[in-house]
Every structure is written in structure tokens, then in C-alpha cells.
Antibody, heavy 119, light 108 residues
Framework: EVQLVESGGGLVQPGGSLRLSCAAS????????MNWVRQAPGKGLEWVSY????????HYADSVKGRFTISRDNAKNSLYLQMNSLRAEDTAVYYC????????????WGQGTLVTVAS | EIVLTQSPATLSLSPGERATLSCRAS??????LAWYQQKPGQAPRLLIY???NRATGVPARFSGSGSGTDFTLTISSLEPEDFAVYYC??????????FGQGTKLEIK
């Protein structure tokens, strides 16, 4: 069974940093492209960042470019999101999401981890 | 950036009725469109990919159609567990990947 388990969320002050992790199991992690998607309280879904299976290609949403860094460790079956210079508008549930092999979509999602940016 | 506009924002129907949800793209996305269902407190769940293909385990009452800029998600006969928020999502031109703002399907 495919499992994605996020961790690392919490309360942080504006300007602070946080590192999210996503532990993958039940599939060959190194074969899959991965993403972070977030959802502000009561709002819709917003794609945040993408990383290719090897880590060689990375993309960011303009809203986080220069502040967030996506990375992965295929030996540890883990995906990461380093978040710096956090702002109130970064408050959201952050999901890791797997790209499907069969089509252009996210076929598996973690349960999410809540990041709250407030003083 | 491709903007996806979903309509209606809220749809009020009764179990057993047919639901038709719309997603319109600001420019053509071909058939690179997916639909997700999200229930309160849960992660999104993939329903439809490539505009009309049902994901594994998705009941046959869910169907997707469309191409280019106009897409439809149809639920043929609503079950109680279908009341949720539905999002469309395009993968044609990226970055960024974009989502629609969602349609809330509520019990009438």
C-alpha cells in the first residue's frame, strides 16, 4: 500500500524557518516525481513545488520562489521542503503528492501537516 | 499561467440526483485535466485523469468529459458519500500546475 506521511509542521513566527518531511513507503520512491501542494484554511489547493525522480529538475510556484527549497533523499525514501522567511500567507496544510506514472495527475497524497505562521 | 474556473461554486442536490460540475480553462489544456474529491479533514483523492479516465477504485457513477477549454465531471446518481468539494487541475502548461477554486457539492 502506498503511504506518504508528512511531518515537521507547527507554529512559527513570521520570518522564521521550518523543514517539512514526507516519508514514503509501499512503492519505489526513486522512480517517482514528487510535489508539495498546500491548502490555506478554508481555501483551495495551491501547487508549491515539484522535483523530478533524480532531483535534477525542480520547479517552484512564484509565491515561494527564493524562500522554499525542495529536496529528496532516495536512499531514505524521503521528500523535504525547507521553508525560510515564512509569512502569514504561508499558513496552510502542506501535502506531499506523488505524480502518477499513468497520467498527468497526482495519484497519491499524504494526510498533510499544518504550518501556522503567526506571532 | 492557465486559470481554471469552476462552476457553480456550490451545488445543492439530493441523493439519487445527477450532478454536473464544470471546469473552464483560460486557454487550451488539451485533455491534460484531472478531477479530485476532497472531504473535510481529508487529503484530496484522484477521481479522473486525462479528462475522462477513472482512477483505480473510483465508482462508475463518476465520469469526466471535455477537451480544450471546457470540461465536465458528472456523477450519475449521487450517493451520500459523494457530498464533498471537487477540484479540477491542469497539467498542460507548467510551471505552475494550477487548480480550480473548487465546487462544493452539498446535500439539499
Amino acid at each position: 500500500e502506498v503511504q506518504l506521511v508528512e511531518s515537521g509542521g507547527g507554529l512559527v513566527q513570521p520570518g522564521g524557518s521550518l523543514r517539512l518531511s514526507c516519508a514514503a513507503s509501499g512503492f519505489t520512491f526513486s522512480d517517482y516525481e514528487m510535489n508539495w501542494v498546500r491548502q490555506a484554511p478554508g481555501k483551495g489547493l495551491e501547487w508549491v513545488s515539484y522535483i523530478s525522480s533524480s532531483g535534477g529538475t525542480i520547479h517552484y510556484a512564484d509565491s515561494v520562489k527564493g524562500r522554499f527549497t525542495i529536496s529528496r533523499d532516495n536512499a531514505k525514501n524521503s521528500l523535504y521542503l525547507q521553508m525560510n522567511s515564512l509569512r502569514a500567507e504561508d499558513t496552510a496544510v502542506y501535502y506531499c503528492a506523488r505524480d502518477a506514472m499513468f497520467g498527468l495527475c497526482f495519484d497519491s497524497w499524504g494526510q498533510g501537516t499544518l504550518v501556522t505562521v503567526a506571532s | 499561467e492557465i486559470v481554471l474556473t469552476q462552476s457553480p461554486a456550490t451545488l445543492s442536490l439530493s441523493p439519487g440526483e445527477r450532478a454536473t460540475l464544470s471546469c473552464r480553462a483560460s486557454q487550451s489544456v488539451g485533455t491534460y485535466l484531472a478531477w479530485y474529491q476532497q472531504k473535510p479533514g481529508q487529503a484530496p483523492r484522484l477521481l479522473i485523469y486525462d479528462a475522462s479516465n477513472r482512477a483505480t477504485g473510483v465508482p462508475a457513477r463518476f465520469s469526466g468529459s471535455g477537451s480544450g477549454t471546457d470540461f465536465t465531471l458528472t456523477i450519475s446518481s449521487l450517493e451520500p458519500e459523494d457530498f464533498a468539494v471537487y477540484y479540477c487541475h491542469q497539467r498542460s502548461t507548467w510551471p505552475p500546475y494550477t487548480f480550480g477554486q473548487g465546487t462544493k457539492l452539498e446535500i439539499k
